[in-house]
């Protein structure tokens, strides 16, 4: 019985840790969602190019929908620049490889050389892919 034990003890610390790789606590993923926002407020476009997933759907409070080169393109052109992000609150769930984050921001942005200040919902849904987060879904709600 002893070896049976010793045999799956190996087991068992392996799935343990293989489970721990994998694990993501919400505050861990709201971490993603400031890294977003840095990496939009500072148009960094190596960064964001990390964060954002390949197939990433991006939609805006006016429902114009973007993908990732779009997105970026707005960014590099200056279409869109993003002055300020600030978190007002976020709740984060987790799923394994997913996590699902609904918060509520505001946020200024100039918009063809227009200034707005903004009051939206944003929907995140960020997926863990060859071992890092990407986002693959951006859906902002204008609130009042």
């Given at each position: ?40 407020m ?60 609904a ?42």
């Amino acid at each position: 019985m002893a070896h049976m034990k010793r045999k799956w003890l190996p087991i068992a610390f392996f799935a343990a840790l293989l489970a721990a790789a994998h694990a993501q606590t919400p505050e861990q993923a709201k971490s993603l969602d400031r890294e977003w926002a840095e990496a939009t407020m500072h148009a960094d476009a190596a960064a964001l190019n990390h964060i954002l997933a390949d197939d990433l759907t991006y939609t805006h409070t006016g429902g114009n929908t973007q993908t990732k080169a779009e997105f970026l393109s707005s960014l590099r052109e200056k279409k869109i620049r993003y002055n300020s992000i600030e978190f007002e609150d976020a709740n984060a769930r987790v799923y394994g490889n997913t996590a699902v984050i609904a918060s509520r921001v505001h946020v200024k942005v100039t918009v063809d050389g227009r200034d707005i200040s903004l009051h939206p919902c944003f929907l995140h849904v960020w997926v863990k892919r060859n071992g890092r987060w990407q986002l693959v879904a951006h859906q902002a709600t204008q609130i009042q």
